[in-house]
C-alpha cells in the first residue's frame, strides 16, 4: 500500500465549477501536511499547508482529519489557470526523518 | 542565489555510464533534499542532507546512488553505472532548516539510452 494515496483523474470540469480532491495517509506518525501544485513539466510549489481546523486561502480550501488520516482540496470559481497536478504531501517530523511524502498526484483539466 | 539551481537541466546518457547531477540550494539554507520523479508519479524521496551531513539516505535505491554535499551549500547527487530504469526527473530542494517548506529546483531531466 502506498504511503499517500490520491486518484490521478483526470479530472475535467468546467470554468466556473467546484471540484475536490481527497487523498487518504497510512502513516498515523505523519505530523505535517500539505497541497503542492505542480504544471507540466515544471517543478512542484507548495500551494498550502493543511491544519487539524481547516484552513481556507481564496478559491481553496483544506481540511485534515487525523482520526481517518483524510486530507481534502477544495476548488470554488475554477479557473483554467488552476489546471495542473495537485500533490497530497505529509511530512514526518522529528529526529534524522524530515522528508515530503508525495502522492502520485491528481490531474485537473479546467475547460473553457 | 534567489532559487534553487539544478544543473544541467537535461542529461541524454548510455547505459553503463557515470552521471552527475548538482544542486546550488538557496544561499543560508541548511536542509538539502534530493527527489526523483517518474512520468506519472509524484516526487519520491532519495536523501536528505542537514548541514554537510546526510541525515537520511533511506531512499537511495541501491549502492550505484550516491550524494555529497562536502561544504554544506552545493550538492551533487552521483550515478554509476547507469541503468535505463533510471531515466526521471531529479529535483532538488532546499529549506532554511527541516522546520520550513522546501523550494524545489527546476530538476534535472535524466534520460539513459
Known amino acids: 500500500r502506498k504511503e499517500v494515496e490520491q486518484d490521478p483523474g483526470p479530472f475535467n470540469v468546467p470554468e466556473g465549477a467546484t471540484v475536490a480532491f481527497n487523498c487518504t495517509y497510512s502513516n498515523s506518525a505523519s505530523q505535517s501536511f500539505f497541497w503542492y501544485r505542480q504544471d507540466c513539466r515544471k517543478e512542484p510549489k507548495l500551494l498550502m499547508s493543511?491544519?487539524?481546523s481547516g484552513n481556507e486561502d481564496g478559491r481553496f480550501t483544506a481540511q485534515l482529519n487525523r482520526a481517518s488520516q483524510y486530507i481534502s482540496l477544495l476548488i470554488r470559481d475554477s479557473k483554467l489557470s488552476d489546471s495542473a497536478t495537485y500533490l497530497c504531501?505529509?511530512?514526518?517530523?522529528?529526529?534524522?526523518?524530515?522528508?515530503?511524502?508525495f502522492g502520485t498526484g491528481t490531474l485537473l483539466a479546467v475547460q473553457p | 542565489g534567489a532559487g534553487v539551481s539544478q544543473t544541467p537541466s537535461n542529461k541524454v546518457t548510455e547505459k553503463g555510464k557515470y552521471v552527475e547531477l548538482r544542486c546550488d540550494p538557496i544561499?543560508?539554507?541548511?536542509?538539502l533534499y534530493w527527489y526523483r520523479q517518474s512520468l506519472g508519479q509524484g516526487p519520491e524521496f532519495l536523501i536528505y542532507?542537514?548541514?554537510?551531513?546526510?541525515?537520511?539516505d533511506s531512499g537511495l535505491p541501491n549502492d550505484r546512488f550516491f550524494a555529497v554535499r562536502p561544504e554544506g551549500s552545493v550538492s551533487t547527487l552521483k550515478i554509476q553505472r547507469t541503468e535505463r530504469g533510471d531515466s526521471a526527473v531529479y529535483l532538488c530542494?532546499?529549506?532554511?532548516?527541516?522546520?520550513?517548506?522546501?523550494?524545489f529546483g527546476s530538476g534535472t531531466r535524466l534520460t539513459v539510452v
Open positions: 544561499s543560508g539554507h541548511t536542509a
Open positions: 542532507f542537514q548541514g554537510t551531513g546526510a541525515a537520511d
Open positions: 530542494a532546499s529549506s532554511p532548516d527541516a522546520n520550513y517548506g522546501y523550494t
Open positions: 493543511v491544519y487539524s
Open positions: 504531501v505529509v511530512k514526518l517530523n522529528g529526529g534524522a526523518t524530515n522528508k515530503l511524502i
